[in-house]
């Protein structure tokens, strides 16, 4: 009778380490503290009654501060609706001037077409400071210090550079012989820009118009020097508050602003395609 050896076998390692996925899971964790660490810190101070130092985390919970901010002696409410208001004429102002100059700029052969572009971003290649001390400077003698034509003009100034660059873009993007067709069947200008060019540049227009919204809500230095103090908006509040030491305020203040930006990157995200996207400053 045979004897068959049986050689045992070595036992299967039961969790596998893959050392190369070792690196970049401490990137990425090192990524989500940075952007989800300063969030996570804002919404805590947003319901924080009591918090100091040295402990982690608050020390009690609760609302009283939201009911604080929006009370009617507070002055969120009327920030908030001037914030609103300006930035919406912002929009206003800004497409009125962006649409007509991006479709030239998108379909006229002009001359120095290229330096056209770049003068719009004039307002951004110098420091913000300086800019908008001159402007207020300038603004007082026309009294329009401490007014919300005087604060929509700012803001048009610092947005127009993204309402033009995108409208032409966008007017870029759509093909020239859609229009060319509608003419040829009896269409004017006016009627073939409003049937054809208008409704196709529309989605890259309304992320023009959203990306003007964000920054005049966001906007600061400009509402400081010629806004301030009749004219407050939710960044001053925002500086007033975090300034005073009142960090749940600030932190409320902020988490305004926060939720229509987000909300509206999602809507550019959908609107603004990649053709539209190539075309930028060509």
């Not at 971003?121 to 034509?149: D, K, S, W």
């Amino acid at each position: 009778m045979s004897t068959i050896d049986h050689v045992p076998s070595q036992p299967r390692a039961l969790f596998a380490i893959d050392w190369f996925w070792v690196p970049r899971a401490v990137i990425l964790g090192l990524l989500a503290f940075i952007i989800f660490g300063p969030l996570t810190n804002l919404l805590l101070w947003t319901v924080a009654e009591r918090w100091y130092f040295p402990h982690v985390l608050p020390l009690e919970y609760g609302l009283s501060y939201w009911g604080r901010v929006f009370s009617p002696r507070g002055t969120a409410m009327e920030s908030l609706s001037n914030s609103i208001m300006v930035a919406t004429l912002t929009v206003i102002v800004a497409m009125a001037l962006a649409v007509p100059a991006g479709y030239a700029l998108a379909r006229l052969k002009l001359p120095f077409r290229a330096l056209i572009l770049l003068t719009f971003l004039i307002p951004q290649a110098f420091p913000n400071l300086p800019v908008y001390v001159n402007i207020a400077r300038i603004f007082y003698q026309f009294g329009l210090n401490g007014t919300v034509a005087g604060v929509v003009l700012v803001h048009v100034t610092h947005g127009l550079v993204y309402a033009v660059w995108i409208a032409t873009a966008a007017f870029s993007a759509v093909d020239t012989e859609l229009e060319e067709a509608a003419r040829s069947i009896g269409a004017g200008p006016i009627r073939a820009f409003r049937d054809v060019s208008l409704p196709l540049a529309a989605p890259g227009l309304l992320a023009s118009a959203i990306f003007v919204f964000l920054e005049s809500l966001d906007e600061f230095t400009g509402s400081y020097f010629v806004g301030a103090p009749d004219v407050n908006t939710l960044p001053l509040l925002l500086y007033t508050a975090s300034s005073g030491g009142n960090y749940q305020i600030a932190s409320i203040t902020a988490l305004l602003l926060l939720i229509p930006s987000v909300g509206f990157m999602f809507i550019v995200e959908r609107f603004l395609k990649s053709d539209v996207l190539s075309k930028v400053g060509h």
